[in-house]
């Protein structure tokens, strides 16, 4: 198998002072590109044409494509570089005037799975779908691992993090573009891009469009957005959560108590567990020393109250369900996108009866933005749930991709 690789550049010291003075982070600089392997696109086409869940997608494919593994430097936390991976796909008939499409991955609870492995075996949706994207519409597409996947698997994902999922999209773009423009490479790139995701991807795809409106001076533009049932109001999302009178599934609990942990860790949210939880699933959690991160509350099988009634101190739930938990309500607007105001057109992209991500979010951020004038519209599945509109959100993506070829 051929393989290209860029080394990571060398960094030369200046100056003779004996106290080494603090170097800015270099966040989307890149270290690595390595080639992994084209896909054929009859031979994708003949394997898709035998997949029920993927056999939509053979009709689409036009080119062959290029894999390629990117590793690149972003900033988590605060103040500390870190290298982080993601997929770069590009079609052998490449087009340069076609936007650059970020492609945000969905909820991934295994840190050993992501976009830079899946592609080399096609081993996930996000893997196949992104091949599609770049044999059908000639383009680049870049497929981000995310912190905590890939490169930074030593380091817990930040789960629906909004500032960590906005940088690392938007260092990859920059780490894409130097790719580019490498003497190896040497090829143009369009100021342009598309983004889009599902479910965390959601999320991300909004993220990194702020990301992207809040630094003018790299010169980009948002040709377009469709975000799929992403957690946008997470003081909504919270509060329809610990108010839910129904048993969660397993999944979903696992996911909202890894957005806990998120808090604890990243906001430092000091509410003390056993303040937070029932007795019982107090001593559960604390069994794993309330490590939240990957579904961990799942599949170290716990037996959790899934009744949040009953796995939530009632004081805990007051201080959401009221906003008297002032603490909790800062954060979650911290990591909300419904003040978010998109300068370019944004699709929001949800299931009515969504039992996993509520239809609250995408309806209040459809109505704050419109409220501000934005270009915003949406879709939505009169009866889908999170996993039944996911070929709705597809179907729409594919549609305006296409009018991007046509210039529509």
Request: proline share 5%; net charge negative; with cysteine.
């Amino acid at each position: 198998m051929k393989k290209m690789m860029i080394p990571l550049l060398l960094l030369i010291a200046a100056g003779c002072s004996n106290e080494t003075p603090e170097q800015p982070i270099r966040k989307g600089y890149l270290v690595q590109a390595e080639e992994v392997r084209t896909v054929n696109s009859e031979m994708l086409k003949s394997f898709l044409i035998t997949q029920e869940e993927y056999r939509q997608f053979a009709e689409f494919l036009q080119n062959d494509v290029r894999l390629i593994r990117v590793t690149y430097t972003t900033e988590y936390p605060k103040g500390t570089a870190i290298n982080v991976s993601g997929a770069l796909l590009i079609s052998e008939n490449y087009d340069a005037a076609f936007p650059t499409v970020v492609y945000n991955h969905g909820t991934n609870a295994n840190r050993e799975s992501a976009p830079s492995t899946d592609i080399a075996e096609l081993s996930s949706l996000d893997a196949v779908l992104g091949i599609v994207i770049a044999s059908a519409f000639n383009c680049a597409l870049l497929l981000p691992d995310y912190i905590g996947y890939g490169e930074s698997k030593s380091t817990a994902h930040p789960y629906v993090h909004v500032e960590s999922l906005g940088q690392t999209g938007l260092d990859f773009l920059r780490a894409f573009r130097k790719y580019m423009a490498s003497p190896e490479v040497d090829r143009p790139v369009s100021d342009r891009v598309f983004i889009t995701g599902y479910s965390e991807g959601g999320t991300a795809a909004l993220a990194v469009h702020k990301a992207i409106d809040d630094h003018p001076e790299e010169g980009l533009t948002v040709a377009g957005n469709v975000a799929g049932s992403g957690v946008y109001d997470m003081v909504a999302a919270c509060k329809a959560f610990v108010d839910n009178p129904n048993p969660l599934e397993p999944q979903m609990l696992s996911s909202y108590l890894w957005v806990l942990g998120m808090y604890k860790k990243d906001f430092g949210y000091s509410k003390d567990y056993a303040d937070i939880f029932s007795e019982e699933d107090n001593d559960s959690l604390q069994s794993i020393d309330y490590d939240l991160t990957y579904f961990r509350s799942v599949t170290e099988n716990l037996q959790l109250n899934n009744i949040a009634a009953q796995l939530f101190q009632p004081a805990f739930i007051d201080g959401v369900r009221n906003e008297t938990d002032t603490e909790f309500i800062r954060i979650s607007q911290q990591n909300s996108l419904v003040d978010f105001a998109p300068k370019d057109s944004l699709i929001l992209v949800y299931g009515a009866a969504d039992n996993w991500v509520h239809p609250v979010n995408s309806i209040n951020a459809h109505r704050a933005m419109l409220e501000k004038g934005c270009k915003v519209g949406y879709y939505v599945h009169p009866t889908g749930d999170h996993s039944s509109t996911i070929p709705l959100y597809m179907g729409v993506l594919l549609d305006w991709l296409s009018k991007l070829v046509n210039n529509d």
